[in-house]
């Protein structure tokens, strides 16, 4: 992993923390470390969750830096697992919204669960809204997931609105889905 001296970090206008709870990054003191010099350097902090493998790093492990987070990007099931609440609990709005506000409470800025074929859930201190999927043929859907943050991060980068970077992302992942491979 880089220094927080090294040229990777500064300049940076965003640094993605993308498969966080999944190694390197599972290690708290490197996630602190790195989210730190992030914004020590001025960078946007995102971060991409996946589910835990070897070392099950906690949502409490990492308190002190939930507020640093500027965009966090779990998929529904590791919203459930990371939150706590209820996978089974049903696709309803009202579920995903107990998700989005349990990472806010956390201090994360901006919430967006991406829910597949159910679009996304955004958070943040603007409110809770939900943008459907676009319609689509889906051909294979590997890669969905990380093509949303990126045009989602794209519109971050050209200084877009929440709704506008959500509409991006939507673009970027229903044309992944559209086609074979990520």
Not at 70 to 83: G, T
Not at 90 to 118: P, Q, W, Y
Request: overall charge negative; proline content about 5%.
């Amino acid at each position: 992993l880089p220094d927080p001296g090294m040229p990777q970090i500064r300049g940076a206008r965003i640094v993605s923390f993308a498969s966080l709870f999944r190694a390197p990054l599972d290690q708290a003191e490197e996630v602190r470390r790195l989210m730190h010099a992030a914004k020590e350097a001025g960078a946007l902090i995102s971060v991409d969750t996946k589910l835990p493998t070897f070392r099950e790093l906690k949502m409490e492990e990492l308190a002190d830096v939930w507020p640093l987070v500027d965009y966090f990007f779990p998929n529904e099931k590791e919203a459930a697992y990371h939150s706590g609440i209820d996978e089974d609990g049903g696709n309803t709005e009202e579920h995903f919204r107990k998700m989005t506000e349990f990472f806010l409470s956390c201090g994360m800025k901006n919430v967006i669960i991406k829910a597949g074929a159910d679009g996304c859930y955004i958070n943040n201190s603007e409110g809770f809204r939900h943008l459907p999927a676009l319609p689509v043929e889906v051909v294979d859907s590997t890669g969905a997931g990380d093509n949303f943050v990126a045009g989602f991060l794209s519109g971050v980068l050209r200084g877009e609105n929440l709704r506008a970077c959500a509409e991006r992302g939507r673009a970027r992942a229903a044309e992944c889905i559209s086609r074979m491979g990520a």
